[in-house]
């Protein structure tokens, strides 16, 4: 017979998510590292975290690093967007760092939150290549897009 925990145990929750929170070159500035996933699970232990460093009188930039995050779910968007506004809130600066991470880029470009708060894009602000294909339907930023004139009888 199969039994679901009623309660987490403290070393499964380390175990998924570790946060760290940590002072950047300059004054006023804090980066909290994640590394794990972020789901239902261990997304109060994220936001616990960012609230805790938000509420510091000392810290004019918050950049939240997700680059080692191996799943963001919806829960996680949400806490980034509390985050943001909290910051906004507050006049702190608010970063995300994505890295190269497509499975961490992907929601935040979904939801927009990449173009709100900032976040790194690999190769110095650029989006991460798809490969070579372009997106169906959109021209090219290299080639103009013309559209075909309709053709004319000849009489």
Known sequence: MLQTPTRPDSTDLQQLL???????????????????EVDSYTEPLLRACLRSQITRPAVRELVVDLRKVTFLGAVGIAALLSARDSCAARSIRFTVRAGAQRHVLRPLELTGLTDLVGADLPDAGQRPSRGGRRPRGRPSARQPHHRRRPRRAHR
């Open 18 to 36: 570790a946060i760290t929170a940590l002072p950047e070159g300059r004054p006023g500035s804090v980066v909290v590292q994640v590394r794990g």
